[in-house]
Nanobody
Framework: QVQLVESGGGLVQPGGSLTLSCAAS????????MGWYRRQTPENGRELVA????????NYADSVKGRFTISRGSIKNTVFLQMHNLLPEDTAVYYC?????????WGEGISVTVSS
């Protein structure tokens, strides 16, 4: 069973930076598409933040382009999200995602709060 563990969240001032990490366990030797999503309020659904395909093609939400960078780690199926120039509207619970051919897996989520 695939499990995803996120780390690196917390409280940061506007304009600050944070890096989120996600490590997958229970995967095979394959490289899978992975990504970060966020939920800004409990009433909202999860929205795409950034994704990286199995061929390292990258996609960003317009709201984070130029500020966030998604990258893979040296360990297979790990992914990072570097977040710079954070804004109060980036406050959310961030979720890591890994997609296999027939199933999508989610981490439990990690909180990021941008506030002075």
């Amino acid at each position: 069973q695939v499990q995803l563990v996120e780390s690196g969240g917390g409280l940061v001032q506007p304009g600050g930076s944070l890096t989120l990490s996600c490590a997958a366990s229970g995967t095979t030797f394959s490289t899978y598409p992975m990504g970060w999503y966020r939920r800004q309020t409990p009433e909202n659904g999860r929205e795409l933040v950034a994704t990286i395909s199995m061929y390292d093609s990258i996609n960003y939400a317009d709201s984070v382009k130029g500020r966030f960078t998604i990258s893979r780690g040296s360990i297979k199926n790990t992914v990072f999200l570097q977040m710079h120039n954070l804004l109060p509207e980036d406050t959310a619970v961030y979720y890591c995602n890994l997609a296999t051919a027939d199933k999508s897996f989610w981490g439990e989520g990690i909180s990021v709060t941008v506030s002075s």
